[in-house]
């Protein structure tokens, strides 16, 4: 059965005035299509149907007119009632996973009274739907499995796969977000359990972007998975074998960027990659980022959520962005990427040809740092951070040696800004400037605690998995949490309303931009170079609204003419989750 509302795709109207929403028409008789059918709900299966029931707040009229009467207690609640006792429930749960659970089972429940909670309550879920939690939630992924979310297409669907796209009910699809969970957060390769990053991830785009649920759909590339803990797991519900590679690899991710297209068309559809391993983040990215309206998360989000973070903190630094030194521990996919766009934006700032303001930025990685010695055997994108200098194998010498006046982790392992570390660092700076980004907490660098305690309360703090404020020589400090979800819901929404047809670096750079400027005085006082998430929807469609101005003033966009009032335009695009009356 379909939902009814957002089915009409005008742009796959057939002449005559009859939708073909469904392909029917344009298939030929050897092509297989869906029998969909439509009907409107009532009754039982109202309220099984996620996106239309609304529990005990179906009011007396709805009860008689959509055949509830007697299904349902006497009582009718409103939405704000129904929120607060949710959110009760919520909050006698001490374990988090229990907590996410809860979550999981309300959106397949109740989709808007899902959102309102998220959206409500933002700071004290986005911890539970995302970041640490939902790491916990894909390693377990199997045993807490109930009802299959999003689209699985494992190898078996090889030559398939626009097939298996069409069973998916919804056909106004906006963002696709993908992974094939070779690296999650940084807990490794959790194969086909890495659903959880693409479902939380969407969520966000909807709670803090206000990209339509419908319009969104979360999608798992299973080619197996090299993790023998789940390969001998009796629960794993992914293929039982080890990870393609090489050619089959690029054959079925051809399949899947080419079927995207297909059904979807290109247009005002943006395909988001997480947390693929960098081997081939790198490679998808450079492949179809000409072709395709390709989003990479942990690259580009990141990098832009980072320099945000920067831009933010000159004001409590000084200088300028060159003026500063930049040492990374980890240079794949988030540290290159951010590192990349640092120095663009110094670029932009200086007119300094962007070779010369790499050499400001150093990366560590497994081996040590990156220097000119090691060009030969390093991954083509480690090999711009080359610079000439000494092989140096620590990282705790690498700070003495390079002085970084900003110290950012991207290794996808926790703990290594030890105490040497960190003191080392506010040894150098009268405020150093600390980011720890790894996810999820386990594997963060240092914690709060941490970076305020061992640079005696100097340091400037954020960290990708959110910590609670820390009281430090009775001053209290609220660090930030430098997360690409600042960035990516807005930007998928300036993308989608202003129908851009690729990503440019520049409309990267421009949401850096837009969300430092959200960062008041008053969050300097506290320590922070973020605005608190509790803004976010604000945040967002002024960060959408500048990207979008971007695409239009690059000749990006599509959907023409531009509206005026762009920030206006975004907030008016936003899905609200306040239920709808029934006739
Ligand atoms: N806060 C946020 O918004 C985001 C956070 N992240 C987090 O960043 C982390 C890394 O992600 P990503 O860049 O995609 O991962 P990658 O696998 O692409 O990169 C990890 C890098 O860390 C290096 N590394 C691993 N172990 C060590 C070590 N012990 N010492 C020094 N370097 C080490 C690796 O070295 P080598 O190359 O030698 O193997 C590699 O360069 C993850 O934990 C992820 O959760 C990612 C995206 C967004
Ligand atoms: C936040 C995120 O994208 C990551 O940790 O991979
Ligand atoms: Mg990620």
Redesign the pocket.
């Known amino acids: 059965m379909m939902n009814g509302g957002n089915l009409v795709d005008n742009d796959s109207a057939v002449a005559g005035g009859v939708e073909d929403m469904y392909g029917e028409d344009i298939a030929t008789t050897g092509q297989p299509v869906t029998p969909w059918t439509v009907s409107v709900a009532s009754g039982y299966t109202l309220m099984r149907d996620p996106r239309h029931n609304k529990g005990l707040a179906f009011t007396e009229r709805e009860r008689d007119a959509h055949y509830l009467r007697g299904l349902l207690p006497p009582i009718v609640l409103s939405q704000e009632l129904q929120e607060k006792r949710i959110m009760h429930m919520l909050r006698q749960y001490k374990v988090p996973l229990q907590r996410y659970m809860a979550m999981m089972d309300l959106q397949e429940r109740n989709e808007r009274l899902f959102y309102k909670l998220l959206i409500d309550n933002v700071e004290e879920l986005l911890p539970v739907v995302y970041t640490p939690t939902v790491g916990e939630a894909c390693q377990k992924y199997g045993s807490i499995f109930r009802r299959p979310q999003g689209l699985y297409i494992s190898l078996k669907e090889k030559g398939k796969i626009l097939e298996v796209l069409k069973n998916w009910p919804e056909r106004s699809v906006q963002v696709i977000v993908v992974t094939d969970g070779e ?1 999650i ?2 807990l490794g390769d959790l194969g086909c359990q890495g659903m959880g990053i693409p479902v939380g991830k969407l969520s966000l785009y909807t709670a803090l972007g206000g990209v339509r649920p419908s319009a969104c759909l979360p999608i798992t590339i299973d080619v197996g998975t090299n993790n023998e803990k789940l390969l001998n797991n009796e629960f794993y519900i992914g293929l039982r074998q080890r990870r393609a590679t090489g050619q089959e690899y690029a054959e079925l991710l051809h399949e899947f960027m080419s079927a995207v297209k297909q059904n979807y068309g290109e247009k005002v559809l943006i395909q988001v990659i997480i947390d693929f ?2 081997h081939n983040a790198f490679e998808l990215l450079a492949r179809y980022r000409s072709s395709h309206l390709v989003f990479n998360d ?1 690259i580009q989000g ?1 990098a832009s ?1 980072v320099l945000a973070g920067l831009l933010a903190a000159l004001k409590l630094l000084g200088g300028t962005l060159a003026d500063h030194r930049f040492l990374f ?7 290159t990427g951010i590192a990349e766009l640092i120095a663009l934006e110094m670029s932009k700032q200086t007119g300094n040809p962007i070779e010369e303001n790499r050499k400001k930025i150093w990366l ?4 040590g740092l990156i220097v000119d010695s090691r060009k030969h055997s390093l991954q083509h994108f480690k090999k711009p951070w080359a610079h000439e200098h000494e092989p140096v194998s620590k990282l705790v010498d690498a700070v003495k040696a390079i002085k970084p006046t900003v110290l950012i982790g ?4 926790g703990k ?1 800004f030890t105490r040497e570390v960190v003191e080392a660092m506010a040894s150098i700076n009268e405020k150093p400037l600390i980011m720890a ?3 999820p907490t386990s ?1 963060a660098e240092c914690t709060a605690e941490e970076a305020y305690t061992w640079s005696e309360g100097r340091a400037i703090f954020a960290s ?1 998995s959110p910590f609670d404020p820390f009281e430090y020589d009775g001053k209290v400090f609220v660090p930030g949490q ?3 979800a600042y960035i990516f819901p807005g930007f998928g929404l300036g993308v989608i309303m202003s129908g851009a047809i690729r990503v440019h670096d520049d409309m990267l750079l421009t949401a850096s931009e837009a969300l430092a400027a959200q960062v008041t005085e008053e969050h300097f006082k506290k320590g922070l170079i973020y605005p608190p998430f509790s803004d976010i929807r604000k945040i967002s469609a002024n960060i959408a609204a500048k990207v979008a101005a971007k695409a239009y003033e690059l000749g990006l966009a599509s959907h023409l003419p531009q509206p005026e009032d762009l920030v206006k335009y975004a907030e008016s695009c936003m899905y609200s989750p306040v239920y709808r009356s029934y006739r």
């Open positions: 690296r957060l940084g391993a960098n942990d990141t959520v521990l980890g240079a794949g996919e988030a540290g560590v990685d497994s081996k991207t290794s996808g392992v290594q980004l790894s996810n594997q990708g430098a997360n690409n």
